[in-house]
């Protein structure tokens, strides 16, 4: 569309460019959204078969329309992405899929979007394409040495394919507990972490992690000073499978890997074990790769913001990045104050 200059162009098709979309019905914006996957639903159409949220679906809705109930405690993987389906259907979304943003220059006061569909024009841009697409596996001594099988999580899929293998899950985090707690059930499983894995108790899940970040959000708006104290956002939330994993009694670290070798992994005491697979439960950068032609970028990818807003460059926004970009803004629930607020600042910045 090269012939043609739209006010905005949203790139990502996601929760967080939905909830921006959301603000810009009664907006005289001409804009569209740019997703480079094949169907809605987002990163939720890559992530692990069993992966639910931490919250019940009042607790876990885009502006507007509150997700439908859901057959467990939490929301399925399916059910999150036949939300996110019909919210776009809802709302009769512009979106253009699939088409991957390469590279975004910009001159005389206009973006130019080089995309896998040819040219796109647009006077703003928001970003809006999370983390998924940018896993990070740390640099371990020895690591492209091993001969069996490594994968991060995000090409994890279901336990089967590891039935009475010896795994390493490497990463104290949620993503490691969980793929721990349902390959235990059909290997030998040995859960690798930097430090001994936290656990929120039994009756802390996202609504109670969600108005904690509520609470912070405000305080900081006061210019405030929050105490978050009382539970530390980033430890393991005990959804069901991670407690049946601890009656089980298989929440237990091995402590860190120290090197690895073409048959296994040496702990740090120098014990070495056998194993058939790795697999990489550590996180990712930030999916901002295409941006590099306007601002720096870190090697996480992050960009200096003000809040969304770019610093670097005028007419550049980022959403849902989590707390580089807001407080629980990575979330369903929490991404809505965040895409409200940008979306006041694009048309403001339009009208000027």
């Not at 912070?216 to 978050?228: H, L, M, R, V």
Request: hydrophobic share 30%; aromatic share 12%.
């Amino acid at each position: 569309m090269a012939d043609k200059t739209f006010d905005l162009i949203l790139i990502g098709g996601g929760q967080s460019a939905l909830a921006c979309a959301f603000f810009l019905r009664r907006k005289e914006i001409d804009y569209i959204i740019l997703d480079d996957q094949e169907t809605c639903g987002g990163s939720w159409k890559q992530t692990w078969e069993s992966l639910t949220l931490f919250s019940p679906p009042e607790h876990s809705s885009l502006p507007g329309w509150q997700m439908p109930e859901s057959e467990g405690e939490f929301p399925t993987k399916e059910e999150t992405i036949d939300y996110l389906c019909q919210y776009e259907d809802r709302y009769d979304f512009p979106i253009q899929r699939p088409v991957k943003v390469k590279s975004i220059d910009k001159k005389e006061g206009m973006f130019t979007l080089e995309t896998t569909e040819g040219q796109f024009n647009s006077k703003t841009v928001i970003s809006a394409t999370g983390t998924y697409k940018n896993p990070f596996i740390p640099e371990i001594p020895g690591r492209d040495k091993f001969e069996g099988k490594q994968l991060h999580s995000s090409d994890y899929r279901s336990p089967e394919e590891f039935k009475d293998k010896k795994i390493v899950i490497v990463g104290e985090g949620n993503s490691g507990a969980q793929i721990l707690a349902e390959i235990s059930k059909v290997a030998k499983t040995f859960w690798s972490t930097k430090e001994e894995p936290q656990f929120l108790p039994d009756d802390v899940d996202g609504r109670v992690l969600f108005d904690m970040a509520s609470a912070k959000y405000y305080a900081e708006k006061k210019g405030e000073k929050y105490d978050s104290t009382k539970f530390n956002l980033g430890n393991i939330v005990m959804v069901p499978s991670v407690k049946e994993a601890r009656e089980r009694d298989v929440l237990h670290s091995q402590g860190q890997i120290q090197s690895i070798t073409k048959e296994g992994v040496v702990w740090e005491d120098g014990s070495c074990q056998k194993v058939d697979v790795i697999i990489w439960c550590t996180g990712f950068g930030y999916s901002t790769g295409f941006l590099e032609n306007l601002v720096s970028i870190d090697h996480k990818g992050k960009i200096p913001t003000d809040k969304t807003k770019a610093k670097e460059t005028d007419g550049l926004w980022l959403v849902g990045y989590g707390g580089w970009t807001g407080f629980a803004s990575a979330t369903l629930i929490g991404v809505g104050r965040y895409a409200k607020q940008t979306i006041k600042e694009v048309s403001e910045y339009l009208k000027d």
